[in-house]
């Protein structure tokens, strides 16, 4: 179909000048419009710069009145956001505080294993008889028995009836060895009986364990002089155990020679055994 | 009554694109900024109103949002 000159001059004016339903302004005119105002911006003229500058200022302050909603709802987005952050931080902090607490209750742990075992390695080199360490097992515990299974046997030459050390401290004997273990058997243990000596009233007694309760003194002379706070040394009388091992000191109540010993056996992670001198009770 | 109160509702929505529009331009958040492109909404909203209901954006008041928008933007930048 052929357009002639007149469609497409009814074509530009509806594009550019027609206003169209309820148009007030033309294409054509806003478009001159704009020219005008880029023209304007160029031109520097006081009267023009007040007018700018007041139609800047009032749309400045509508923008800002506007954008309040806008603002407000990111501070609240931003609110909340940072609040789910924190509670992430604080979840991931937490688990890093267990963390952490469980690290330094280990170091604890290993602190104060390696003080003992340094402890223990110092007895060692101090001590003139031939001991070896041991760590404890099992520790059973009965009202009346009372013994300790440690982690070493025949393979460490440990024989029945050596002396079992806390420290320096006598806390027993090995009854039973197996090749990887041992028992010890307590001197609190109600079997338990040993030979000991006083110090300094000089008296031969034994030393008769009873459970739970304290170890007593049995077998003592009738006019002994035993009073309180007098040391108990092993006597090494019947060749069992070296003579002079520290056990405890005497507490005398109702008239019953009671023993404290020095080490509290209920505490005792590691046991010295001394292999030397030792005879072996078969 | 209730003719009154549909005028109200039909006045609303009539101007409720105005609004919009000012709103926008005002606000200066007609860019959205995705992560693979940017949408603007001050188009969008002309395009649309423009074409599905012309009656109820004139030229004039795309005109002015125009103008708004360049204030707040900041255009022309010499």
Redesign the interface.
Known sequence: MDTSRDDVGILIRSAFLAK????????FI?ML??II??FT?TIDTKPLNFVRSI??DT??R??L???YP?KSLKLFVGYVDGHIKLSNKYNDLKEENDLLKSNISEIDFLELENNQLRKLIDERISSKSNLISARIMLDKHSPYLNSFIINSGSNKNIKNGMAALHGKNFIGRIVDVNFFSSRIILISDLNSKIPIITEPSASHAILSGHGKNKPTLEYLPENHNIKNDDKIYTSGKEGIFSPGLPIGEVKIEDNVLKVNLFSDLNQITFVNVNLGDVKEIK | MAYIFKQMQFKIFGLFPIFLL??VS????SILDLNFFSVNIHYILVYYWVLSK??SL???LI?ISG??SD??FGF?RH
């Open positions: 169209g339903i309820k148009r007030r302004f033309s294409l806003l419009v704009s105002f880029l911006e139609i800047k749309i400045y509508g923008s009145i506007v954008s806008t | 000012l709103y005002l606000s200066g958040n012309p009656d004139g030229y004039g005109f103008i708004i204030v707040v022309p």
